[in-house]
């Protein structure tokens, strides 16, 4: 790792600023940060710098450009494509924004929390729920994933067929901007046409813009009651067609999550204390949450019961308890967890039209299988959305970094390449970071990569906010 004196200065200078609680330069205080969540990609930097307010944000951001020093922000690092993690030749600083975690104010009539970047998202949902509402967005990383990166990688989750993503979540931003000046985006208005709106330019925009240090969010009242069923289908045709069927008789479905056979599979091998919902093998499963003022069972049965008459249903079952239906969600949650400890594999995160991805699924999975023999293409995830996780396993007892170059980069090339032929996207909701910044530029239009840049070039002359990702 090269330490410049550039670094050196920056480091010298936030120290005597702030005292060594918000500068990190013990290695085993650092190393934490430095690798993936998936492990895939590790970095290096002399220095976690911590900041705990708006202010120390825009001191450090100024010192930084002042020593042309590139910034890495970081939230809970459970980012899916190196995004958070620093370059390798240790040129940059990380930039800890799990330090300002202060919720400044929940309105409960108005429905709205500012929320500072480094609240974790569970910490969110609990401390909104003691008031009565809720933030509608979740997802399995809550644990440890922050507003900052949950607005900077415009986070989907489970709920986005009802409530969408976080653009439609957000409602204001705070933010430093490259130079160390303060975007203050905060208030919510309905209506502002001045012009461009940089609250939704950085939202999603990976840390390449600036450092988020608040959101303003949107909340809805807490839920009356749910439930949660877990159902047995033959195709992903079938399984989309149920959910237009119950959208059609309910405004209620919240989730709706699609899991193929051997994904869940890999759950119950991998994931101790997980146990199948239903008996017997069905190639696909779904999990369907129905939210109601009372009594969602109630309302939920009959849909069920119906669906299974008209023969969409091999088998179901719901939730009997508020445990079960956890149980039901942490066989969902628990597929990258499943996933990681299952072997190499390359993950996409893609989109194509909704009607469309049933197909998609099943001949995407075949076309990768015939041309890689050995490997297994399976996806799950948000078939309502049109976004699944479509990812490629090597075979048994393969060696990660030698399959991944000799297999898994041409087979991730035939992934994005089926994508774009059916008209997607091939990050739908993970973001681009380091892992698909060649994939974008190789697929993205030229008028679309040059308005990025342009962006880019335009709020950060400087190139110092997280550099290499994305762009
Ligand atoms: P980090 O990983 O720390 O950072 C992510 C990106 O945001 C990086 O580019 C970083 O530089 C930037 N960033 C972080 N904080 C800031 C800030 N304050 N200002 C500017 N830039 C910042 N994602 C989904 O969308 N849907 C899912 O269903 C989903 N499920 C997941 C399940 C598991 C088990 C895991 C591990 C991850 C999952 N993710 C999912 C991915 C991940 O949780 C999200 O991308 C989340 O938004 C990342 O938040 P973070 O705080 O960990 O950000």
Known sequence: MVRTTAVEAVIAAATERFGAKSVATAPQDIAPWLTDWRGRYHGAAAAVLSPASLEEVAFLVALAARHRVPLVPQGGNTGMVGGATPPADGSALLLSLRRMNAIREIDAVAGFAVVE??????????????????????????????????????????????????????????????????????????????????????????????????????????????????????????????????????????????????????????????RSPLGGEHPWHVLVELVA?????????????????????????????????????????????????????????????????????????????????????????????????????????????SWRRDVGYAASGMVHDLVDAAGGSISAEHGIGQMKRDELARLSDPVRMATLRAIKHALDPLGIMNPGKLL
């Open 117 to 274: 970047a480094g609240v974790v998202l569970q910490t969110l949902h609990e401390t909104v729920a003691a008031q009565g509402m809720r933030f509608p967005l979740t997802l399995g990383a809550r644990g440890s994933a922050t507003v900052g990166g949950l607005v900077s990688t415009n986070a989907g989750g489970t709920q986005v067929l009802r409530f969408g993503t976080m653009r439609s979540l957000v409602a204001g931003v705070e933010a430093v901007m490259p130079d160390g000046g303060i975007w203050r985006g905060l208030e919510v208005l309905k209506k502002d046409n001045r012009g461009y709106d940089l609250n939704q330019l950085l939202i999603g925009a990976e840390g390449t813009l600036g450092v988020v240090t608040a959101a303003t969010l949107k909340l809805v009242p807490a839920i009356g009651d749910r439930a949660v069923a877990w159902i047995g289908v033959e195709t992903p045709e079938v399984a989309l067609q149920l959910l237009r069927r119950f959208e059609r008789q309910t405004r209620g479905v919240e989730g709706f999550e699609i899991v193929p056979a051997d994904t869940l599979g890999l759950v119950l091998a991998h994931v101790p204390g997980t």
């Open 293 to 401: 003022d009372r009594e969602a069972v109630a309302e939920l049965e009959p849909l069920v019961a119906d669906a299974f008459e008209a023969g969409l249903i091999r088998d179901a079952t719901i939730a009997a308890s508020e445990a079960q239906a956890e149980a039901f969600w942490r066989l969902r949650d628990s597929i990258s967890e499943a996933e990681r400890a299952a072997g190499p594999a390359m993950q996409h995160d893609i989109s194509v039209p909704v009607d469309a991805m049933p197909r998609f699924m099943v001949e995407a999975a075949a076309t990768v299988e015939a041309a890689f023999p050995g490997t297994v293409a399976s996806a799950f995830g948000h078939l309502g959305d049109g976004n699944v996780h479509f990812h490629v396993r090597a075979p048994a007892a393969s060696d990660a970094d």
